[in-house]
């Protein structure tokens, strides 16, 4: 499964920025956006953004912590991060930003480490939605937070028919055109699997987080779950 996972990700590398732009009418910034505020990472924070893929909120990451903080995104695709390392060469001066190839599920980094983390549309593809909170809880500073931006079902009925629709007949005819029908395909089935922002919240208590919220955001088709250590 996890190498199935990678096998997505590294395909659909050379599209997905564009498509992400393209299909989402550009609006995946702002949510990025908001999750990076709502990690309320500051300038000298030591930060981390876990399946930080090409780095989109990596970088946004490193605008907030500045030239004083820090910043590891940590992937598993290597096709993905080898783009945000591309990207990353485009700016000037360099963001302080470490790659690291790895799973989220065994971060290489020591208990209590930091001060602030991200996770974009990471949590709803790892194996272990649980064991990938704990790891979060880990590496966080208690007191830290963690923001985790992801797609979300609307409670309301007809938005989530809106959701669907969207994604059968715009997301998966437009990457089949590109010759990745398959990849954009599995969106749908990992939505319905994925817990509710209820179910976030629970399962974030019952790893120990002091405070927890789910923000739904786009008309709850995306949800960003605020964690406290
Ligand atoms: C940045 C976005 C999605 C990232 C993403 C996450 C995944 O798990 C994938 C899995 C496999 C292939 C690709 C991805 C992937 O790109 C969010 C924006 C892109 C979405 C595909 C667009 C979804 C739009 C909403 C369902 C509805 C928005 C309607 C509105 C009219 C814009
Ligand atoms: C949809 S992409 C999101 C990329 C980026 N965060 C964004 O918002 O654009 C999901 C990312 O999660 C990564 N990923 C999934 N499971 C992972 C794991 N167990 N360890 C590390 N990365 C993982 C994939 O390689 C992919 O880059």
Redesign the pocket.
């Known amino acids: 499964m996890?190498n199935e996972?990678?096998t997505?990700?590294?395909r659909i590398a050379p599209v997905?920025?564009q498509l992400?732009d393209q299909l989402s009418l550009g609006q995946?910034r702002i949510w990025?956006e908001m999750t990076v505020k709502w990690s309320a990472a500051k300038p000298g924070d030591t930060s981390l953004?876990?399946?930080?893929?090409?780095?989109?909120?990596?970088f946004r990451l490193a605008r907030r912590v500045g030239r004083t903080g820090k910043v590891y995104g940590?992937?598993?695709?290597p096709n993905?991060?080898n783009n945000a390392q591309e990207r990353c060469k485009n700016y000037y001066p360099q963001p302080p930003i470490n790659w690291l190839e790895?799973?989220?599920?065994n971060l290489p980094f020591e208990t209590n480490y930091f001060d602030a983390a991200t996770?974009?549309?990471?949590l709803r593809?790892?194996?272990n939605i649980v064991k990938?909170l704990q790891e979060i809880y880990r590496v966080l500073k208690p007191g830290a937070k963690a923001a985790i931006?992801d797609f979300h079902r609307p409670s309301h009925q007809q938005l989530r028919a809106v959701q669907q629709w969207y994604l059968d007949n715009c997301v998966v005819p437009i990457a089949t055109n590109l010759g990745l029908k398959e990849e954009y395909a599995y969106i749908s089935p990992s939505l319905d699997r994925f817990p509710t922002g209820r179910e976030q919240i629970e399962l974030a208590r019952q790893v120990g987080f002091q405070e927890v919220t789910h923000y739904p955001i786009a008309n709850g088709m995306m949800g960003v779950l605020v964690v406290i250590r």
């Open positions: 996890t996972i990678r997505i990700f590294n997905y920025d992400n995946h990025k953004d876990l399946c930080c893929g090409t780095g989109d909120l990596t940590v992937d598993f695709s993905l991060l790895g799973d989220v599920l996770m974009g549309y990471g593809n790892v194996k990938s931006l």
